[in-house]
């Protein structure tokens, strides 16, 4: 089981951007397909907060 969660967080996500705290939609689609492919999970904002406050169990990365 996972003892810790790594998070990314995007300020604003659109289309196209013009300032510099948004990404490109198809950026973030970009590092997603990566982030699997190296086996990452993905997980829901309450699971987040399960994991943090409840102690629940989380699935190991793949390939660890």
Avoid: Q, W
């Avoid at 289309?15 to 990404?23: A, L, M």
């Avoid at 990566?34 to 987040?48: H, M, R, S, W």
């Avoid at 907060?49 to 629940?56: G, L, P, R, S, T």
């Amino acid at each position: 089981e996972a003892e810790y969660v790594s998070v990314i967080n995007y300020n604003t996500i659109e289309e196209s951007c013009s300032v510099y705290e948004c990404t490109p939609t198809a950026s973030v689609k970009e590092h997603i397909n990566k982030l699997k492919e190296a086996g990452y999970n993905f997980i829901t904002k309450n699971e987040y907060i399960a994991f943090v406050k409840n102690n629940m169990r989380l699935k190991e990365r793949k390939g660890n």
